[in-house]
T-cell receptor, first 113, second 112 residues
Framework: QKEVEQDPGPLSVPEGAIVSLNCTYS??????FMWYRQYSRKGPELLMYTYSSGNKEDGRFTAQVDKSSKYISLFIRDSQPSDSATYLC?????????????FGKGTMLLVSP | EPEVTQTPSHQVTQMGQEVILRCVPISNHLYFYWYRQILGQKVEFLVS????????KSEIFDDQFSVERPDGSNFTLKIRSTKLEDSAMYFC??????????FGQGTRLTVV
């Protein structure tokens, strides 16, 4: 079983739609959860960062973590063509300041005008 | 806004040659990382570096790889004898303690 599973997509939506991106994981030691956006041949850009379970909102983005189900989500409201990119989930354990990130494979999102 | 910078953006090298990829992490960060991403695949951890030594490394990070922080600002990844399968995007990242990691724009390494 892979540590982090993420549907690669592509996920195609019209402009203005609500987008839901998800990851599941198997390692219960993960405590820090991140979502990155990656444009083609560019570095991952941090979007959201959450610790343990719960919700976090930042503008049009909402991150949710359900540790009991080992499931995390990123919601994008009022999606824009500029949101078209690959979205990577990443996670790491606790009690380790240098803890490494384990990434999902990324979901490609296409928002059409 | 502070950012992680990487040079060069693209490096082409012949198989068997040595390459050095360079990174300048965010200045007050304490933990430094190298990750790589083979085209179409997931981002994979290579090595983490803290307090002037390697703190963790993956199976990928074998004897052909080494890292160094030669001064107070630069963080380098050396690949001693490149192989075709080393062709990938290499990302440097840095973070403070238990905070999010920030990534550079990457160096695209092409081994021919």
């Amino acid at each position: 079983q892979k540590e982090v599973e993420q549907d690669p997509g592509p996920l195609s939506v019209p402009e203005g739609a609500i987008v839901s991106l998800n990851c599941t994981y198997s390692n219960s030691a993960f405590q820090y959860f991140m979502w990155y956006r990656q444009y083609s041949r560019k570095g991952p850009e941090l979007l959201m960062y959450t610790y343990s379970s719960g919700n976090k909102e930042d503008g049009r983005f909402t991150a949710q973590v359900d540790k009991s189900s080992k499931y995390i989500s990123l919601f994008i409201r009022d999606s824009q063509p500029s949101d078209s990119a690959t979205y990577l989930c990443a996670m790491s354990g606790m009690n380790s300041g240098y803890s490494t990130l384990t990434f999902g494979k990324g979901t490609m999102l296409l928002v059409s005008p | 806004e502070p950012e992680v910078t990487q040079t060069p953006s693209h490096q082409v090298t012949q198989m068997g040659q040595e390459v050095i990829l360079r990174c300048v992490p965010i200045s007050n960060h304490l933990y430094f990382y190298w990750y790589r991403q083979i085209l179409g695949q997931k981002v994979e951890f290579l090595v983490s570096f803290y307090n002037n030594e390697i703190s963790e490394k993956s199976e990928i990070f074998d004897d052909q790889f080494s890292v160094e922080r030669p001064d107070g600002s630069n963080f380098t990844l050396k690949i001693r004898s490149t192989k075709l399968e080393d062709s990938a995007m290499y990302f440097c990242a840095s973070r403070e303690h238990n905070t999010e990691a920030f990534f550079g724009q990457g160096t695209r390494l092409t081994v021919v």
